[in-house]
């Protein structure tokens, strides 16, 4: 019985590291890209730290809301503030918040290139370093392996 056992056991690790492990390098990035989207949240409240605002938190509403906004936008081929009051609207609904904003952009290659240039336009780094307390974000990727990027901001 322990030989069956440990066989079986043998066989399930093996299908489970064939199965989960991919070297495909052209594959679309999920729509949670870990790496990416918690560099770019690092990134983001280091700079808020470095002006002496508080860290944002990540919620779950305005991650779902970033990632369907950049599912748009790729589908779009482009990016766009495309029914954002909607994703404020929810946002108040659901999380009872009093303010909103967004930033949008694609084709950065990387976390630090996308925060880069929001930092440097006036707009993106309002809502950056404005009075909210909450975030989502999301980075995915087109078919050409172009990124596309939403980044919500609420309190």
């Known amino acids: 019985m322990k030989t069956y056992f440990t066989k079986y056991c043998c066989i399930f690790v093996m299908l489970i590291t064939a199965f989960s492990c991919s070297d495909d390098d052209n594959a679309v990035a999920s729509p949670n890209d870990l790496s990416v ?18 860290p944002l938190e990540v919620n779950a509403t305005a991650e779902r809301l970033a990632i369907e906004h950049t599912e748009y936008m790729i589908a ?11 994703r404020s609207n929810e946002l108040n609904q659901s999380e009872n918040a009093s303010s909103a904003a967004e930033n949008v952009a694609s084709f950065y290659p990387n976390a630090a290139s996308v925060v880069e240039g929001w930092l440097n336009s006036t707009g993106h780094r309002n809502n950056i370093e404005g009075n909210y307390t909450h975030t989502g974000i999301a980075a995915l990727q087109d078919e050409n392996g172009n990124y596309y990027y939403t980044q919500l901001f609420y309190r």
């Not at 779009?76 to 909607?86: G, K, L, P, V």
Request: hydrophobic content about 35%; proline content about 0%; charged content about 30%.
């Open 37 to 54: 989207t918690d560099e770019i949240l690092k990134l983001i409240n280091e700079h808020r730290a470095s002006e002496g605002l508080s």
């Open 76 to 86: 779009e081929a482009d990016i766009s503030h495309d029914n954002f009051q909607a």
